[in-house]
């Protein structure tokens, strides 16, 4: 019996977020595309919390909307609560974040998928890789089949050698209910990729209907509602959330019964995230705390579940009722899943390309948390441009890439291509130097010339961001040869007390009239002109940076005062310009300045200096 072969250009393995997103990047190209899943019915499915954004996350799924992604779409069509995060600070770190139906998530997704032309769905198990030449030539399944292809995105998120824990138990799992992905992350490692170990948990689900929500905290959504397109769900503003609280007996019990973690009792080693603790390790690290904050969420408005954001643990079962009866609002509370660990294999991607590309093969690209990352928005942004660049690999074209200048996607693959990773990474505002001029609210205007040049976006919907910006910056000029009480309307702006409103009412407002999108615009950089000038300077200074090229070939080794960890390093990321290597941890000043030594060394060198 022969084995049965197909052809495409690229084949996603893994229909999660970024699996989804890397599939339909790639058949905007034009590129046929297989996505591989163990279960074509959970394309997008949020096995954590039910909700899109947050700080630093917004960001990120702002740019993919600008870049003609699917997460902000499908994060509105489903939308049953909002909410705009840090409203009283800077407009840098404003960030929405949107609740949504799980189950409407996962169908719109499947929707989307099942109708984007040029994407296949085919189940099955990804468990090894066929290369010609040093290239991808095939992925070939677990039933024998062969898809021959000229690029692979793998997105596996935690299934390749998945382990879940409830306590001391375990069982190979990608996530509950779903086996793991045994071979794969061994045909990856063959390549040279350093795999890593890493850990991640999710929440108990509650039945509604045993919480007494009159205990809670209500959370109200905002009114009207946010959206990342502009145009919110029916849904938007459909239910509240609530908040509770741990208190001094629930943090007795996780002190009492610690020993039943995986992790306190040694069993794993994998590395859990920092930045998304375990109930437990919230207790055990912060001892001096009475007490920690928890959101109750609904999963969905037709479902019985309810989501203790906050809350998520590997004790065992019989810990987690006893830890939440003991919650305000929870005494009578019925698990309807139980809380689990889940340990899986990622690789180390200091070994990718800023495309997102393998440096042992090419045509292998990596995206979402087998890069080390947590966060759905995270992987999205990584699959969105796995997925480009795999689509470009196959049609002969050159990779291109986003840089910490431009965008919150940049500054991600940046740090994790330059700096590695040793716990999950999550996006933070943080994270961000240039955060004011690469902001949520201007994601579109920064981005669509770059995905109409990509082929993401069509060239028809440049024009309305065109005419839409050349109304705002006449309002500016106008506003800046206008004057009130003494000085330029810019300048009075900037006062606290001073509005837009305001100043059109002393001035009358523009002909014609500025939609409320653009009035918010002009109004933040009159506001924050002074701040937002002077990341425009450092902005300046990074790319006079990047405008010195490090040869692909230089011998670092011939490099004077390098140390030999200097020399490691260089050796092996081979950052393309200065900005890159000084974005190296543990790199000096005086390395880079005995970098750019060398450079002049060598340009002397090559012209007969």
């Known amino acids: 019996m022969g084995v049965s072969r197909e052809t495409y250009d690229v084949v996603v393995i893994g229909g999660g977020h970024a699996g989804l997103e890397a599939a339909l990047a790639a058949a905007r190209l034009g590129g046929e595309v297989a996505l591989l899943s163990g279960d074509p019915q959970r394309i997008g499915l949020m096995p954590c919390n039910p909700a899109i954004g947050g700080p630093g996350k917004s960001q990120l799924v702002h740019e993919i909307v600008a870049l003609g992604g699917a997460m902000g779409r499908l994060a509105d069509e489903t939308a049953i609560h909002t909410r705009v995060l840090n409203r009283s600070k800077g407009p840098a770190v404003r960030s929405l974040r949107v609740q949504v139906d799980r189950d409407e998530y996962t169908a719109a997704a499947t929707r989307l998928i099942k ?24 992925v070939r399944l677990a039933d024998g089949r062969l898809l021959r292809c000229a690029a692979v995105v793998v997105a596996a998120g935690t299934f390749l050698r998945g382990k879940i824990w409830y306590g001391l138990s375990s069982r190979p799992a990608g996530r509950q209910g779903e086996p793991p992905a045994r071979y794969l992350s061994q045909a990856v490692a063959s390549l040279g990729h350093r795999i890593i170990r890493l850990k991640t948990g999710t929440p108990p689900r509650i039945r509604a209907d045993s919480i007494d929500f009159d205990e809670l905290e209500l959370v109200a959504a905002d009114e009207p509602p946010g959206s990342f397109t502009g145009r919110a769900g029916k849904n938007a503003a459909a239910t509240p959330t609530w908040m509770t609280r741990t208190n001094k007996r629930t943090h007795e019990i996780i002190n009492a019964q610690i020993a039943f973690s995986p992790i306190y009792a040694g069993v794993t080693s994998a590395t859990g995230t920092r930045y998304c603790p375990s109930i437990e390790d919230k207790v055990v690290k912060f001892a001096d705390r009475d007490s920690h904050l928890l959101f109750v969420e609904p999963d969905g408005l037709m479902t019985s579940e309810v989501y203790l954001q906050g809350f998520s643990s590997g004790l065992p079962p019989r810990v987690q009722e006893e830890m939440l009866h003991t919650l305000p609002g929870f005494s009578r509370a019925v698990v309807q899943r139980y809380a689990y660990a889940v340990e899986y294999d990622a690789f180390d991607p200091l070994d990718l390309t800023p495309g997102l590309m393998s440096r042992y093969l090419k045509g292998l690209f990596l995206a979402g948390q087998v890069n080390g990352t947590s966060g759905y928005e995270e992987a999205a942004a ?64 920064r981005l669509l010339p770059k995905a109409v040049q990509w082929g993401l976006r069509d060239e028809g919907e440049l024009r309305p961001l065109q005419e839409s910006g050349a109304r705002i910056a006449a309002e500016l000029q106008r506003l800046a040869g206008a004057r009130i009480a003494g000085v330029s309307a810019l300048e009075w702006l900037r006062r606290p007390s001073s509005s837009l409103e305001q100043a059109w009412r002393l001035l009358g407002a523009p002909e014609p009239p500025l939609s409320e999108k653009e009035a918010f615009q002009v109004e933040l950089r009159a506001k924050y002109a002074g701040y937002i000038e002077r990341q425009q300077r450092a902005l300046a200074r990074r790319r006079e940076m990047a405008e010195y090229a490090l040869p692909p070939d230089a011998d670092y080794a011939k490099v004077h005062n390098l140390s030999r960890e200097a020399r490691e390093k260089l050796q092996r990321r081979r950052p393309r310009t200065i900005a890159e290597a000084a974005r190296i941890p543990g790199l000096r000043d005086s390395e880079i300045t005995a970098l750019l030594i060398y450079l002049g060394k060598r340009r002397r060198l090559e012209h007969g200096g």
């Open 382 to 445: 990584q699959g969105l441009i796995a997925g480009l660049n795999a689509a470009r690999l196959a049609q002969g074209k050159d990779e291109v890439t986003l840089t910490a200048e431009e965008a919150y996607i940049g500054v991600l693959i940046e740090d994790l291509i330059s700096r590695g990773v040793d716990e999950p990474y999550r996006m933070m505002t943080s994270r961000v130097a240039l955060r004011l001029l690469i902001r949520g609210d201007n994601a579109e205007e």
């Open 115 to 138: 109708g984007a032309a040029g994407v296949t769905l085919v189940r099955g198990e990804a468990v090894a890789l066929e290369t010609r030449d040093g290239a991808v030539a095939a």
